[in-house]
């Protein structure tokens, strides 16, 4: 009988133990009081209906705490047009945020809130597709361990920051269809080392040439797409560059396609909609396309036999000056 009791006992101890376990605050209490405020700012939108202040915010949905020190790491909110107002400054109070991304809130409007400048682990900033407006502000080259700046999808408006080039660790840069004006900065071609981001500056109003300083530098993707760019792209391109990637199209760049030298790198080539001439090179045949158009240009000559060349169709080469050879009609003799 005192066996039975004995283990009734021990039971009812382990068991206690194992809900003081479960209900054990991990959260950060100045987190947890940031977050709150977040909320509060936003209305408390339906998305945000975990956060509980009676439970452990290492939990709420959204938030991701660090294992060890359970400090909040990532605030991930996205998808929601029933969230509105616009970016609280108590995102600021969350120190040790490696990544903040509020993506697809068509009702998130205003200016990017300058506490943003007081998370310096910050690694991931998105906040693209959303209805943000104003210019793109200086403060965030003071976010030296960001990798991606994502800010595409907006309505932002004015120059592109210089100051972003000092930015260290950075390996993408969206700044795609905004209302973006002036020129790309030439300081694009000094981020530090020899690889740039990847850089998407598509859908603007950015205007001038496309500087030279960017001849320094290797990017891997680089979207330049509907703007209004003049002038010739060399500097893109190159014996000894890495790019896999190249988007031109839709803008007034004139320049002679037969001088320019393409990487073996080299798999995708949008030119469309420009003022380039000349013709294309023998050895573009030798280069492993996965996409190519040149359409809408002024070029002339026979499309080079083999490689990749004779895979795209018409629509990817008409409307040229006088193009010819497959897939387009036969070359006049």
Not at 181 to 195: A, H, M, N, V
Not at 228 to 245: E, P
Not at 303 to 319: A, N
């Amino acid at each position: 009988m005192a066996s039975k009791l004995n283990l009734r006992w021990l039971s009812l101890f382990l068991f206690s133990i194992s809900i003081a376990i479960s209900v054990a605050e991990l959260c950060h209490q100045d987190d947890k009081k940031a977050l709150l405020n977040i909320k509060k700012a936003f209305n408390n939108p339906y998305i945000l209906t975990s956060w509980d202040p009676q439970t452990d915010c290492c939990h709420w949905y959204c938030v991701k705490c660090n294992r060890t020190t359970h400090r909040i790491t990532s605030l991930t909110i996205f998808a929601d047009d029933r969230l509105s107002g616009q970016i609280p400054p108590y995102v600021g109070d969350l120190p040790f945020l490696e990544t903040l991304i509020l993506h697809k809130l068509p009702n998130l409007t205003g200016p990017i809130h300058p506490n943003i400048a007081k998370l310096h682990n910050l690694k991931y900033l998105d906040l693209s597709w959303n209805s943000l407006s104003g210019p793109i502000p200086d403060f965030l080259s003071t976010l030296s361990n960001l990798f991606v700046l994502s800010l595409s999808f907006n309505n932002f408006n004015g120059t592109i920051p210089n100051s972003l080039s000092k930015l260290p660790n950075l390996g993408g840069l969206e700044l795609d269809r905004n209302n973006l004006t002036g020129e790309i900065p030439d300081s694009f071609g000094y981020f530090t080392g020899e690889q740039g981001p990847s850089l998407f500056l598509s859908h603007n109003q950015l205007s001038g040439k496309i500087p030279s300083s960017l001849s320094r530098l290797n990017f891997t993707s680089i979207d330049l797409s509907r703007n209004k760019l003049k002038g010739d792209a060399f500097m893109i391109f190159g014996s000894n560059k890495t790019v896999q990637i190249v988007d031109l199209s839709r803008n007034q760049l004139e320049f002679n396609l037969s001088e320019a030298v393409f990487p073996q790198s080299l798999t995708s080539l949008d030119v469309n909609h420009n003022k380039v001439f000349g013709g294309l090179r023998p050895e573009m045949t030798k280069l492993n396309f996965q996409y190519l158009n040149v359409s809408y240009n002024r070029l002339c000559g026979e499309i080079p036999v083999g490689g990749e060349l004779q895979k795209f169709d018409v629509y990817e080469y008409f409307h040229n000056k006088c193009l010819c050879g497959a897939p387009l009609g036969s070359c006049s003799k």
